[in-house]
């Protein structure tokens, strides 16, 4: 049974591709590793016993550990903060000057929860600078989703590394899932981490590493934007084609269904 769901909301989650995503998952997989963790939706889906967890975002990272480590703590900060357009943006404001590391962990929450479009995004002096969103973004986690959710964290080193970094440390029996930021004809999607996020020139990069994670023996999972740098890219793998929609639009009526890739070097069953 598969009942953890992510305590983040986040621009290009793949929420909507976990029942394509589940098949790639078997048992006989001894640890789980994601190396562009972003809200993790498929690592709270699976809940493994023993994870690797690694994002470049230092913020997230910390937010992540904090959660894990002092999830009461977190949520008492967390329940305390007020609500509103003009709360939303003090806090804001406050969140770029520097504070107690469960502050900030709180902060983090409460300003991706309603923030426009779960984004993280920040100015070239790397404060937050995503504006408010409105009333559409839900309600706060509570305390049994945090709980719950630093009980499933309970298992996972979490880590501030490249992917590249990360990925030195897959062995035989790992399953790796990865899910970078669209980098598309040289031009990001949408842009969440500065100018040292996933680029064009990475793509390259991560197709040489699925070599090697193959031949440790373990299993990769890569979901991507179908476009001609990805399937030249990841040639050779077994490449299918899942339709989504994409949660990066401004807003929700100009979103549209979209083709991702699941490129792997596992081949599913037909039907799954």
Not at 114 to 132: A, E, I, M, Q, S
């Amino acid at each position: 049974m598969h009942n953890g769901k992510p305590f983040l909301r986040w621009a290009g989650s793949k929420k909507r591709l976990i029942p394509k995503l589940l098949p790639y998952w078997g048992d006989g997989h001894k640890r789980y590793i994601e190396p562009f963790m972003g809200s993790a939706a498929l690592f709270f889906a699976i809940e493994p016993s023993d994870a690797l967890l690694s994002d470049i975002n230092s913020d997230l990272i910390e937010t992540f550990c904090n959660l894990r480590d002092h999830p009461r703590a977190v949520y008492n900060r967390l329940q305390k903060l007020p609500l509103g357009e003009d709360a939303y943006y003090c806090i804001r404001q406050e969140y770029a000057l520097k504070s107690p590391s469960l502050d900030r962990a709180a902060r983090f929450i409460y300003l991706n929860r309603f923030c426009f479009n779960g984004l993280y995004r920040t100015n070239l002096g790397g404060k937050f600078n995503v504006p408010y969103a409105g009333s559409k973004t839900g309600s706060l986690p509570s305390q049994d989703d945090l709980s719950y959710a630093a009980k499933i964290l309970s298992c996972a080193q979490i880590r501030t590394r490249d992917f590249s970094e990360a990925l030195q440390d897959v062995q035989s029996g790992d399953f790796v899932y990865m899910d970078p930021p669209y980098a598309v004809q040289n031009r990001r999607i949408f842009r969440q981490y500065g100018p040292d996020s996933f680029g064009i020139e990475d793509i390259a990069r991560l197709a040489a590493a699925l070599a090697d994670i193959d031949r440790s023996g373990a299993t990769f999972v890569v979901s991507y934007a179908m476009c001609r740098e990805a399937i030249e890219a990841f040639a050779g793998w077994n490449i299918r084609r899942a339709q989504t929609q994409r949660s990066v639009a401004g807003f929700s009526k100009h979103r549209r269904k979209a083709v991702e890739l699941l490129i792997s070097n596992r081949k599913l069953p037909d039907g799954d």
